[in-house]
T-cell receptor, first 115, second 115 residues
Framework: EPEVTQTPSHQVTQMGQEVILRCVPI?????FYWYRQILGQKVEFLVS????????KSEIFDDQFSVERPDGSNFTLKIRSTKLEDSAMYFCASIRGRGNSYEQYFGPGTRLTVT | AQSVTQLDSHVSVSEGTPVLLRCNYS??????LFWYVQHPNKGLQLLLK??????LVKGINGFEAEFKKSETSFHLTKPSAHMSDAAEYFCVVSARNNAGNMLTFGGGTRLMVKP
């Protein structure tokens, strides 16, 4: 069964460094998402992406964040200058289309630790 | 705007006994509602979804949930718990009656199953 994959599974970085989290959505999916979950807190929506542009973003997704689909398979989340509070589990998701017959498929997550 | 409240952060049951995980939601629109499960070090897996069809929804692994609009609830049940059901469960609502929109998560319920 096709699945969403994410790399790395765990990333440790120093405050102020740039990180790129990578996701490979399911191949025939058209909509892509990033969510994050700070330890002990809810899973929160960050951004959705369709047709090579951001379609929706939350207040969390400020100028430090960016997303890109550099080729036909990868979907990346970049954090330009990491802060301690960016430490969280980051989930990528994708969906084939919009409407009730579809569901969002999630990857296993990348645990980002900022020291 | 929409929100989800999972009434119990932890639920402990004995193997073979019923499971009840409670969820209440609020939504400005006719909602789509989901239950996702997360096993340790795994991604989020869809258990079941409600998308304005039958109010009693059956999912995988013997789980089901009933949408009650008058109570704004979508509780998850299973007649008989199995050890493999031990995991974190998330009740989730979409912004509209449309699975392609951003998802709003509840805080999660950790289900523990005792032998």
């Amino acid at each position: 069964e096709p699945e969403v994959t994410q790399t790395p599974s765990h990333q440790v970085t120093q405050m102020g460094q740039e990180v790129i989290l990578r996701c490979v959505p399911i191949s025939n999916h058209l909509y892509f998402y990033w969510y994050r979950q700070i330890l002990g807190q809810k899973v929160e929506f960050l951004v959705s992406f369709y047709n090579n542009e951001i379609s929706e973003k939350s207040e969390i997704f400020d100028d430090q964040f960016s997303v890109e689909r550099p080729d036909g398979s990868n979907f990346t989340l970049k954090i330009r200058s990491t802060k301690l509070e960016d430490s969280a589990m980051y989930f990528c998701a994708s969906i084939r289309g919009r409407g009730n017959s579809y569901e969002q498929y999630f990857g296993p997550g990348t645990r980002l630790t900022v020291t | 705007a929409q929100s989800v409240t999972q009434l119990d952060s932890h639920v402990s049951v004995s193997e073979g006994t019923p499971v009840l995980l409670r969820c209440n939601y609020s939504s400005s629109y006719s909602p789509s509602l989901f239950w996702y499960v997360q096993h340790p070090n795994k991604g989020l897996q869809l258990l079941l979804k409600y998308t304005s069809a039958a109010t009693l929804v059956k999912g995988i692994n013997g789980f089901e949930a009933e949408f009650k609009k008058s109570e704004t609830s979508f509780h998850l049940t299973k007649p008989s718990a199995h050890m493999s059901d031990a995991a974190e469960y998330f009740c989730v609502v979409s912004a509209r009656n449309n699975a392609g929109n951003m998802l709003t998560f509840g805080g999660g319920t950790r289900l523990m199953v005792k032998p």
